[in-house]
């Protein structure tokens, strides 16, 4: 595959199982994602990258619950990947000039931060960052809660029972899985 995603396919295995691009998608989003991204999802699709740890999302699937937090539809912003705990990394396309940045939505924290301001810097810096996507996906309590609650099935998250919001601890104990999109929205409702 081509540079941006080598060190990402390295750092995080490619799924098995792969769902791959459909062609309504370039349709959909062209002229918004870059070429490569499509490159990307032909190549290895749609899946949990190191058994879920991180999640190549299609968009589509997580636009509602992404507009939802950031308070209105903005087709500039597009979800990419979710992390094993339901966080979601996101594109911004910022002007048609090449500007473009990488945003995290902590949906468990209430935050929103830039992560790179490329998509090229985030695939080939940013997330393949051991110290950066330890923190932000939660490596070792994601590994605690595959042992726990079982290997996540793609369509879900864990997340805290109660919610971080509600009380609740990042701690095993207060440890769930269910489905993604639902639990993106209800955290939302909660606040």
């Known amino acids: 595959m081509a540079e941006p995603f080598e ?5 995080f295995t490619p799924p098995k199982y792969a769902i791959k691009l459909q ?10 994602l870059p070429a490569e991204i499509f490159k990307f999802w032909g190549s290895y699709g749609f899946g949990d990258y190191a058994n879920g740890l991180i ?20 087709p500039s912003k597009v979800p990419i990947l979710v ?22 939505l902590d949906i468990h924290h209430r935050n929103i931060d830039i992560c790179a301001y490329s998509l090229k810097d985030f695939f080939e810096s940013f997330i393949v ?18 042992l726990k609650k ?5 369509e879900e998250i864990y997340y805290f029972v109660p919610a ?10 207060h440890v769930d899985k269910g489905n993604g999109v639902t639990h993106q929205s209800l955290l939302f409702q909660m606040g």
Do not use: M
């Open 129 to 146: 960052n051991k110290s950066k996507a330890n923190n932000l996906l939660k490596s070792t309590l994601f590994k605690k809660a595959v």
């Open 23 to 32: 062609h309504h998608l370039i349709t959909y989003f062209e002229g918004i």
């Open 7 to 11: 060190k990402f396919i390295k750092a």
């Open 83 to 104: 992390t094993g705990f339901g966080d979601i990394f996101y594109y911004r396309k910022l002007s048609d000039f090449g500007d473009e940045d990488v945003c995290f």
């Open 164 to 173: 971080l919001i509600l009380g609740g601890k990042e701690d095993i104990k």
């Open 55 to 74: 999640k190549v999302v299609n968009p589509i699937e997580y636009a509602d619950p992404l507009y939802e937090w950031l308070g209105a539809e903005d």
């Open 150 to 154: 079982g290997i996540l099935q793609f």
